[in-house]
C-alpha cells in the first residue's frame, strides 16, 4: 500500500470514528454499543440467561427419563397444557425440550455466548487495538444475535410447540408438519432464527479475523500473539468457512418446505397417501448438515482450549510448554475437522470402504487433540501453581477433554459406532468432550477476566464451592450414562418401558437424573457470585493474576478506546513467567528486553537492537485517543 | 552482524497488512464462496444418484453472461477514470456498468420464463430445483451488488471518487468482478454438469 493511501485510510478512521464517539448517550453507550467490551459483555448476559433456560430444560427431561411416574403437575405453571392432567409430560413436548436443549447450547450458549464474549473481549484488549475493526458490524452481529433469540424464544410458546426434530433437524422429520406437531410453525421460527444466527456469526467472525490480522499494535507479530487469540482466531475462520454451508442446507430445506421442492424428499407416504415429492435426497441434508456440524463441534471447544492455555500457563507461573506446537496442533485439528463429517452419518448406508477412510481420518484426530492434553499437562508439571477458580476450571477442562476425547476414539470406529450410534453412549461422549469442557472453559474466563470486565473480583471460596460440585457432578451424571448408552438405550426416546432390558437400568438412570440435578442446583451459586460480584464485589487490583498479557496494562475499568494515551508496544511473547534471573516471576509482553538485561537470553539481547524500530511504528492506532 | 541482520528482517514487520474495510470485504467473498461451493456439491451429490432430469440451457444464459463480462470491462473502466480523474469518463463507464447489471438480472429472468415454457419447473426434480436456485442465489448477490454500485454511482456525480479517495470504488469494482467470476464459474458448471 502506498503511503498517501495508507495516509488516506488512518485519515478515513479518525473522521469515522469521531462523529459518532463524541458524547455518547445511553443507548449508545449500553444498547446499541459499538464498543467492543460492552458488545462482549451484552453476549455473555444473554449467554447466561440463555444457559438458564436451556439447562431447565434439561432437568425437566432428566425427571422425565429417571421418574417415568413422577406428577409434574407442579411444572404446570410454567409449562401449562404440555403437562396432561394426570401430571404426565407431553411426549411431543419431551421431543421439542430435547431439541431446544440441544439448539440453545450449542449454538446460543457454546457458540455465540462463548466467541461472542471472549473473542469481543479479549481480541482488541490482548492484541493492543482500540476496538474491532468495524465496531458498526460488531454490533450488528450482536442485534442478529438478539434478533435470532427473539424468535427462538418466542417459539417456545407457540400452540404447536417449538421444533422437535433434534437440534440436526433431519428431514423428512423437520420437512412435514404432519410429521409432528413441531415441525409446523416451531420448525419455521427455528430456521428462520437460526438464519438470522448465521448471519450474526459471520459478521462477527469476519470481524475477529480481521481485527487479529491487521489491528495487531506494533511489535505483536503472530509468534507473539497469545494463545486466546489464536485460538479465537481458528474458531472464526471455520465458522466463515463452515456457516455458509448451514445457510445453504437450511435453504434448500426452507424451499422443500414452503415451495414444495424435493430437495430431500422422495417416496414418502403418509397414511398410505404418496406425498407428490419425488427425486429428493434425505442423505444429501445429513451430508451438509455435518460439514457445518463437526466443524461446530470445534467452534465451540476451541475458545474453551485457547482460554484454558492463557490461565494455566499464568497459573502454574511456567512458560506455555510447546506454543508453537500449540498452534500447529489447533491447525491441524482445524484442517481435519472439514474432513471427517461422514463419521456420524456412518450408520446411513455408506459404502463400507468410504466409512473406512472416514475412520481414518477421524482417527487422526486424536493425534492433535493428544498433543493437546500433553502440552497442558507439562505446562502444570512442577509448576508454582495457583488454584485460583479460573484454574481449577481450566485443569477440569482438560480433564473433561481427555475422557471425552477418549470415548471419541471408540466412536470413530466405524464397526463399533453401528452399534454405539445413537444411543446414549454417543450424548455422554459429546456432552464430556463438548458441552462440559466448553462450559468449563466459559467459567474459567468468566472467573479469569471478570475483573478486567466489571473492575471488581469474584468471591473465591464460593468459585471454588462452584468449582467442585460441577467438577463432581459432571462426572456422576456422565460417566454413567456411558454404560446406559452401551446396554443400548436409545437416545430421544421418552421412556423406556416397552423393553425388558431396559428395566435393569432404571436405578442407573435415576442415579444420573438425580446427579444432573444436583450439578444444576451448583450453578446458582456461580449465579449469585457473578451478579453480586458485579455491584457488590471488591474492587479489582490493576493485575490480580499478575498475568503477561496486554489488557492488564490497560486501566482497571478500560473506556472506549482501551488505553489512555498510546498504545502500548509488544517486545516479547506472552509467556515469561518465572524467568531464571528475573526480578518478578513474571514478565508483561510491553516491557523491552533492555530492561530486563538480568534475564534476558542471548538472542534475546540481539532483539534489544529492534526495540527503536518497535517504538516507532504506530501506524495502527485507530483513534488517537481513548474517551 | 547478526543483530544487523535480525534488524534487516524484522524492520518490515509493520504489523497493519492490508485496509480492514477492504480486507472485511474478501473474508465476506469466501463465505459466498462457501455458500455456492456448498450448493454446487449438493448439486454432484445428488446428481451422482440418478433419477435426473436432463434438459439444455436456454440460449438466453449465453447472451446475459456476455452482457455481464462486458459489465465487468466497464467497471474496469470507471475505476481507471477514476484514477486518472477523469470523471466524464468515469460516470459514464459506472452508468453503463449499472444498466447492463439491471439487463444481465431481466434477461436471467427471461431465462426463467423460457425454462418454464420448457415444463422445467422450480418444484419437480431437483435437478431444475437446483438450476433455479443457483440463478436465484446469483441474481439475489448481483442485486446487493447493484446497491453497492448505486452508492458509488451516487458518489461519483458529486464528484466524491477521484484518485485521492478510490476506496469506495475499489471495493465496488471487486465485488462486481467477484459476482461475474462466480456466474461463469456456476454458467460452465451447468453445462457441465447438466
Ligand atoms: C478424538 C477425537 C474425537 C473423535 C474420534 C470423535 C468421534 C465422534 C464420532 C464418531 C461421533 C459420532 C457418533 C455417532 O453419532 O454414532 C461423534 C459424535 C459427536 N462428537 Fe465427537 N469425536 C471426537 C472429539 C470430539 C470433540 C472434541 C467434540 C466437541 C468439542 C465432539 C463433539 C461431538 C458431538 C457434538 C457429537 C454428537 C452429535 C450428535 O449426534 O448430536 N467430539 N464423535
Ligand atoms: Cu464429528
Known amino acids: ?627 | 552482524m547478526e543483530s544487523i541482520n535480525y534488524k534487516v528482517e524484522k524492520e518490515p514487520q509493520e504489523t497493519l497488512a492490508m485496509d480492514p474495510m477492504k480486507f472485511i470485504l474478501w473474508l465476506f467473498l469466501v463465505s459466498i464462496i462457501m455458500l455456492f461451493a456448498s450448493q454446487t456439491s449438493a448439486y454432484l451429490v445428488r446428481r451422482a444418484e440418478g433419477n435426473w432430469l436432463e434438459f439444455e440451457m436456454p440460449r438466453i444464459f449465453w447472451y446475459s453472461t456476455v452482457v455481464l463480462l462486458i459489465s465487468s470491462i466497464a467497471m474496469q473502466w470507471a475505476y481507471f477514470a477514476a484514477k486518472k480523474d477523469q470523471f466524464k469518463q468515469l460516470k459514464i463507464a459506472i452508468s453503463i456498468t449499472f444498466v447492463l447489471g439491471l439487463a444481465f438480472l431481466w434477461m436471467q429472468f427471461e431465462g426463467w420464463k423460457q425454462l418454464v415454457a420448457m415444463n422445467v419447473y422450480f418444484v419437480g426434480n431437483p435437478s431444475g430445483s437446483f438450476f433455479y436456485v443457483f440463478t436465484g442465489l446469483h441474481g439475489f448477490h448481483i442485486i446487493s451488488g447493484l446497491i453497492v454500485l448505486l452508492f458509488s454511482w451516487m458518489a461519483a456525480f458529486r464528484l466524491k471518487v477521484h484518485a485521492k479517495n478510490l476506496r469506495r470504488i475499489q471495493i465496488c469494482a471487486t465485488y462486481w468482478h467477484f459476482l461475474d467470476i462466480l456466474w461463469l464459474y456456476l454458467f460452465v458448471f451447468l453445462l457441465t454438469f447438466n
Do not use: C
Open chain 1, 1 to 627: 500500500m502506498s503511503a498517501i493511501e495508507g495516509l488516506e485510510t488512518a485519515h478515513h478512521h479518525d473522521t469515522e470514528h469521531e462523529h459518532h464517539h463524541e458524547a455518547p448517550n445511553f443507548w449508545q453507550k449500553y444498547i446499541f454499543s459499538e464498543d467492543h467490551k460492552v458488545i462482549a459483555k451484552q453476549y455473555l448476559i444473554t449467554g447466561i440467561l440463555w444457559a438458564v433456560i436451556g439447562i431447565s430444560m434439561s432437568i425437566v427431561f432428566r425427571i422425565q427419563l429417571g421418574f417415568q411416574d413422577a406428577n409434574l403437575s407442579w411444572l404446570k405453571p410454567v409449562l401449562g397444557g404440555w403437562i396432561s392432567d394426570s401430571g404426565k409430560l407431553d411426549p411431543n413436548f419431551y421431543l421439542a425440550l430435547v431439541t431446544m436443549h440441544g439448539t440453545i447450547m450449542v449454538f446460543f450458549v457454546l457458540t455465540a455466548g462463548l466467541s461472542g464474549t471472549f473473542s469481543n473481549f479479549l481480541i482488541p484488549l490482548q492484541i493492543g487495538a482500540r476496538d474491532m475493526a468495524s465496531g458498526f458490524m460488531n454490533m450488528l452481529s450482536y442485534w442478529f444475535f438478539f434478533l435470532a433469540s427473539v424468535i427462538m424464544f418466542a417459539s417456545l410458546f407457540i400452540q404447536t410447540g417449538p421444533a422437535a426434530g433434534g437440534w440436526v433437524i433431519y428431514p423428512p422429520l423437520s420437512a412435514l408438519p404432519q410429521a409432528h406437531p413441531g415441525s409446523g410453525l416451531g420448525m419455521t421460527l427455528w430456521l428462520a432464527s437460526m438464519a438470522f444466527f448465521i448471519v450474526s456469526q459471520l459478521l462477527g467472525g469476519i470481524n475477529y479475523i480481521t481485527t487479529v490480522i491487521n489491528l495487531r499494535t506494533r511489535g505483536m507479530s503472530f509468534d507473539r500473539l497469545p494463545l486466546t487469540i489464536w485460538a479465537f482466531l481458528i474458531t472464526a475462520v471455520l465458522g466463515l468457512i463452515s456457516f455458509p454451508v448451514l445457510l445453504s442446507s437450511v435453504l434448500l430445506l426452507i424451499f422443500d418446505r414452503h415451495f414444495g421442492t424435493s430437495f430431500y424428499l422422495s417416496d414418502i407416504y403418509i397414511n398410505g397417501e404418496a406425498l407428490p415429492n419425488v427425486g429428493g435426497s434425505p442423505i444429501l441434508f445429513q451430508h451438509l448438515f455435518w460439514f457445518l456440524g463437526h466443524p461446530e463441534v470445534y467452534i465451540v471447544l476451541l475458545p474453551g482450549l485457547g482460554i484454558t492455555s492463557e490461565i494455566i500457563a499464568t497459573n502454574s507461573r511456567k512458560p506455555i510448554f510447546g506454543y508453537r506446537a500449540m498452534i500447529a496442533s489447533m491447525l491441524g485439528i482445524a484442517f481435519l475437522a472439514f474432513i471427517v463429517w461422514a463419521h456420524h452419518m456412518f450408520v446411513t448406508g455408506m459404502n463400507p470402504f468410504l466409512g473406512s477412510v472416514f475412520m481414518f481420518l477421524t482417527l487422526i484426530i486424536a493425534v492433535p487433540s493428544a498433543v493437546k492434553g500433553f502440552n497442558y499437562i507439562t505446562t502444570l508439571w512442577r509448576g508454582n501453581i495457583v488454584f485460583t477458580p479460573g484454574m481449577l476450571f481450566s485443569i477440569g477442562l482438560v480433564s473433561l477433554f481427555v475422557s471425552g476425547g477418549l470415548t471419541g476414539i471408540i466412536l470413530g470406529n466405524s464397526a463399533l459406532d453401528i452399534q454405539l450410534h445413537d444411543t446414549y453412549f454417543v450424548v455422554a461422549h459429546f456432552h464430556l468432550v463438548m458441552g462440559a469442557a466448553s462450559a468449563f472453559g466459559l467459567f474459567a474466563g468468566v472467573y479469569h477476566w471478570f475483573p478486567k470486565m466489571f473492575g471488581r473480583m469474584m468471591n473465591n471460596s464460593l468459585g471454588q464451592i462452584h468449582f467442585w460440585l460441577t467438577f463432581i457432578g459432571i462426572y456422576l451424571v456422565f460417566i454413567p450414562m456411558h454404560y446406559v448408552g452401551i446396554a443400548g438405550f436409545p437416545r430421544r426416546y421418552y421412556q423406556f418401558t416397552s423393553y425388558d432390558f431396559t428395566n435393569k437400568f432404571m436405578d442407573m438412570n435415576m442415579f444420573i437424573s438425580v446427579a444432573a440435578i444436583f450439578t444444576f442446583v451448583a450453578q446458582f451459586i456461580f449465579l449469585w457470585n457473578f451478579f453480586y460480584s458485579i455491584f457488590k464485589g471488591r474492587k479489582a487490583p490493576q493485575n490480580p493474576w499478575r498475568s503477561n498479557t496486554l489488557e492488564w496494562t490497560a486501566p482497571i475499568n478500560p473506556g472506549h478506546g482501551n488505553w489512555e494515551g498510546e498504545l502500548p508496544a509488544v517486545y516479547r511473547w506472552s509467556y515469561d513467567y518465572s524467568k531464571p534471573g528475573a526480578k518478578e516471576d513474571f514478565i508483561p509482553q510491553n516491557i523491552p528486553y533492555s530492561q530486563t538485561l538480568e534475564s534476558n537470553f542471548p538472542h534475546e539481547n540481539e532483539l534489544i537492537a529492534t526495540e527503536k524500530a518497535i517504538e516507532s511504528q504506530n501506524f495502527n492506532d485507530q483513534f488517537k485517543n481513548a474517551h
